[in-house]
């Protein structure tokens, strides 16, 4: 990513008699393409959802919900399906629960039953 500049804003409210500013970074890609060329392994996200109990008194954070057990465990099933996680865990923790999305590739000797999609094709 190429940082172009930094910026101030202020804007004058003559009705509630305030001023604000307000301060930001321009940031752009670099002129490259981000088109799935089909090329390389196909990978799919595995997701786990779990539920806490209604009694928790404060929200687990992601160190205390991936744990090297709590890994190792993901690794076994996701061996159990003839997958491999190629990327760390992404968590979505909410109140109710947490969502655990795991990359994962077919293990050697495996393949996938459907075709894969192109990023392109999941978009539109």
Not at 40 to 45: A, D, S
Not at 83 to 91: I, Q
Not at 94 to 117: L, M, W
């Amino acid at each position: 990513m190429q940082e172009t500049k930094d910026f101030e804003v202020g804007i004058k409210d003559d009705e509630l008699k305030a001023e604000h500013q307000w301060y930001g970074k321009q940031d752009q890609t670099e002129e490259q393409s981000i088109h799935d060329t089909g090329k390389g392994e196909p990978v799919v996200i595995r997701m786990f959802e779990f539920k806490f109990r209604p009694d928790i008194e404060t929200t687990p954070t992601k160190e205390q919900l991936l744990t090297p057990e709590y890994i190792k465990q993901i690794k076994t099933q996701l061996w159990g399906d003839g997958l491999r996680m190629v990327l760390e865990p992404r968590l979505d923790i909410t109140k109710e629960g947490c969502k655990v999305f795991v990359p994962c590739q077919a293990t050697t000797g495996n393949s996938f039953i459907d075709e894969p999609k192109l990023l392109q094709e999941w978009i539109h």
